[in-house]
């Protein structure tokens, strides 16, 4: 049995402003949303709009929209 990856990535619906949606991510229960100066926090509770992407869906979203996809591996960690 394999464990689940320590973040996992949604995506929001389109929107005019934000065509291909924006990029979140989920990790230690923690939601993020990328940002132009990086990862910032959002709470506990996702949009009831956005889905469900792999790491391979979440770097082609980056590619599209000209990102860094090294910031797939710099989301924060819960400090406890």
Known sequence: MTR??????LRTEPSM???EGRLLALRDGQLHLLAPD?????????PDTA???????AEDWCERE???????DAVPATIL
Do not use: K, Y
């Not at 689940?4 to 990535?9: L, N, S």
């Not at 990086?38 to 506990?44: H, P, S």
């Open 17 to 19: 402003a934000f065509p």
């Open 51 to 57: 889905t469900w992407l792999t790491r391979e869906a």
């Open 66 to 72: 000209g990102w860094d996809l090294n910031l797939l």
């Open 38 to 46: 990086g990862w910032t926090r959002l709470g506990r509770s996702r």
């Open 4 to 9: 689940p990856d320590p973040v996992r990535f």
